[in-house]
T-cell receptor
Framework: GQSLEQPSEVTAVEGAIVQINCTYQTSGFYGLSWYQQHDGGAPTFLSYNALDGLEETGRFSSFLSRSDSYGYLLLQELQMKDSASYFC???????????FGSGTRLLVRP | DAGVTQSPTHLIKTRGQQVTLRCSPKSGHDTVSWYQQALGQGPQFIFQYYEEEERQRGNFPDRFSGHQFPNYSSELNVNALLLGDSALYLCASILLSASTDTQYFGPGTRLTVL
């Protein structure tokens, strides 16, 4: 079967750093994506890793270890607007079919 | 440059009815994927259309069908609606030839089945 595990909820303080982990078990692996979704909104692409290592995009970074079937999203200098759900998603091939985790709800407190 | 648009935004149907949802991809994009997102869950892949053909399909029954038009817009049809079909239906737009990893999601259609 296919499964992606991520924490259901994380709470952090404004200005802090938070890491959201994702472990996956899938029959194929091509890359790991991260999406942000505010309540009532559309998922928005944040980051993508196909190779091991760290990808940095502004305040957001994403890491992948293919040998450990593990990745994480790192959010720095947290802002109130970062309160949202964050999803990791695996693509098994180049077809862009995504398998999503259940999401991590991030609450940023003042 | 218009992003991905979906219609309608909300829909209420009763069990056994049929529904059609519509998606217009981002300008220049040629591939549309459809996802179902139940409350509190991640999106689940339904199917993907490219060049007016179903290219890939997820684990959904035949009650779920789709279509892509020459202008790349797409429809999702669901027959014999069940209570469990209540969800947010998202379409994602991709430019398949561009070797980009980004999918652009529309705002979704919230379907409620009573």
């Amino acid at each position: 079967g296919q499964s992606l595990e991520q924490p259901s909820e994380v709470t952090a303080v404004e200005g802090a750093i938070v890491q959201i982990n994702c472990t996956y078990q899938t029959s194929g692996f091509y890359g790991l994506s991260w999406y942000q979704q505010h309540d009532g909104g559309a998922p928005t692409f944040l980051s993508y890793n196909a190779l091991d290592g760290l990808e940095e995009t502004g305040r957001f970074s994403s890491f992948l270890s293919r040998s450990d079937s593990y990745g994480y999203l790192l959010l720095q200098e947290l802002q109130m607007k970062d309160s949202a759900s964050y999803f990791c998603a695996v693509s098994q091939d180049s077809s862009y079919k995504l398998i999503f985790g259940s999401g991590t709800r991030l609450l940023v407190r003042p | 440059d218009a992003g991905v648009t979906q219609s309608p935004t909300h829909l209420i149907k009763t069990r056994g009815q049929q529904v059609t949802l519509r998606c217009s991809p981002k300008s220049g994009h040629d591939t549309v994927s459809w996802y179902q997102q139940a409350l509190g869950q991640g999106p689940q892949f339904i199917f993907q259309y490219y060049e007016e053909e179903e290219r890939q399909r997820g684990n959904f029954p035949d009650r779920f069908s789709g279509h892509q038009f020459p202008n790349y817009s797409s429809e999702l049809n669901v027959n014999a609606l069940l209570l469990g079909d209540s969800a947010l239906y998202l379409c994602a737009s991709i430019l398949l030839s561009a070797s980009t990893d980004t999918q652009y999601f529309g705002p979704g259609t919230r379907l409620t089945v009573l």
